[in-house]
């Protein structure tokens, strides 16, 4: 009769493990680590690459912006040394005789030529973003006004721009040259009610 090693209580054989199965433990174990450090790999170039998206956006919009200011802004040097020539053109014009009909025909012809060369130099400064600050009658406002002097007028309430000296212009909203003004004082004070008037 066959004796059966597990019969009577003796101890069954403990499985040893052949050098075939360390292998394969020590083989699974380096790719475990392996595949870790794949993984951490991973991760850490999809942070890089979604930073390096971010970046990219970033300087994207930031060029945006900038292309967007030039193109407001640009021309803001220029059309400050144009404003001179606009100002010349009106000081032309305010130095004539009250009365156009009194002078000769020629003459008359070059005061037309220079009202319609002034008009068309404002317009075009207009198309481009530069506009005239309305300042006579309003109330002084420091950020669009420079006040050159103050003019004694108990008619008109105190801080009012009586007198525009040099006309002010904006590009595109932007402040290019403050208007300069002369400011009442000596009338009433200011309401709101009249400010909202203006």
């Known amino acids: 009769m066959a004796s059966d090693p597990t019969a009577g209580g003796a101890p069954a054989e403990m499985p040893v493990e052949s050098a075939e199965d360390l292998d394969i433990q020590a083989h699974l174990s380096g790719l475990e680590r392996r595949l870790e450090q794949l993984q951490a790999e991973n991760a850490e170039l999809q942070d890089k690459h979604l930073r390096a998206v971010a970046e990219a956006q970033n300087i994207r919009r930031r060029a945006q ?17 144009v404003l001179s020539v606009a100002d010349n053109l009106g000081r032309a014009l305010s130095a004539m005789p009250g009365d156009l009909d009194e002078l000769d025909p020629a003459l008359r012809n070059v005061v037309a030529g220079v009202q319609a060369t002034e008009r068309e130099l404002l317009s075009v400064l207009e198309r481009h973003g530069v506009t005239r600050i309305e300042a006579l009658g309003k109330p002084f406002n420091a950020e669009f006004h420079q006040a050159m002097m103050e003019i004694e007028d108990p008619s008109v309430p105190s801080g009012t721009v009586v007198q525009e000296l040099i006309p002010g212009y904006l590009i595109a909203g932007r402040l290019l040259r403050a208007a300069m003004v002369a ?16």
Do not use: H, L, M, Y
């Not at 400011?183 to 203006?198: H, I, L």
């Open 65 to 81: 912006q900038d292309i967007e200011k030039e193109r407001k802004f640009g021309i803001e040097r220029f059309a400050r040394d």
């Open 183 to 198: 400011v009442s004082r000596g009338g009433p004070a200011r309401t709101a009610k009249a400010d909202n008037e203006n």
